[in-house]
């Protein structure tokens, strides 16, 4: 079956928090109890500005989840960005930029194209003037698809206080 694309509101993303939460698991291989910890960072981002988000389903299961928002000064994820950033390069970014949060879609479906449309269509209902994103900073298949689809490269080996991981922050004008 090809998986149909709804756009949701708060609500129906806030109703289905442990689907969203599910697919992340699967998709980044990590444990479902530690996906379902962060509740709580969704739950903040519920109440963001310009929050879009755009599910795949097949049925009523969820197979694909992206979503983001219109991020700003004051927000710890904008702000650790913001200050690995130079200034000039931060004004062209972020001064009004939609950051895209989450986009998962479920081992079996990957490459299948269901990314793109997904990211496709969270991005068109946007009025920002750029989109950014982190991702981690390895060859990954999400590096793949991210170059793909036309991301430039801003900052390398980005580090958030408390996570070893290192990431890459990711731009693309709207
Ligand atoms: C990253 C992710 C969302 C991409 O979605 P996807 O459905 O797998 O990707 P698509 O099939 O839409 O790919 C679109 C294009 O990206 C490129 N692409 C995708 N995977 C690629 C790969 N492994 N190598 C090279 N290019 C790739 C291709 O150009 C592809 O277009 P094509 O099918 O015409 O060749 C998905 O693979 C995923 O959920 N991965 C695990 C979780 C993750 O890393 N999320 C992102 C965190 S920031």
Redesign the pocket.
């Known amino acids: 079956m090809i998986p149909v694309l709804q756009e949701w509101g708060r609500a129906q993303l806030a109703a289905r928090v442990d689907d969203v939460l599910d697919v992340y698991a699967e ?2 291989d990590v444990a479902r109890s530690a996906a379902r910890s962060r509740r709580a960072v969704v739950a903040a981002h519920l109440e963001r500005d310009g929050l879009r988000a755009v599910g795949a389903l097949d049925g009523d299961r969820l197979v ?1 989840i992206a979503y983001g928002y219109r991020g700003g000064p004051g927000q710890w994820w904008h702000d650790q960005v913001r200050a690995a950033m130079d200034p000039s390069l931060a004004a062209i970014w972020l001064d009004d930029p939609f950051e ?1 949060c ?4 479920r ?1 079996p ?11 496709t269509a969270l991005l068109e209902g946007t009025a920002a003037r750029t989109a950014v ?4 900073d390895r060859e ?3 590096r ?2 991210y ?3 036309g991301w430039t490269d801003l900052v390398l080996g980005l580090t958030f206080p408390g996570d070893p991981r290192s990431f890459a922050v990711l731009g693309l004008p709207l």
């Open positions: 998709a980044m694909g895209v989450e986009l998962h879609v081992p479906l990957q490459g299948t194209g269901l990314g793109r449309d997904l990211l994103l982190t991702t981690p990954t298949r999400a793949a698809f170059r793909a689809g």
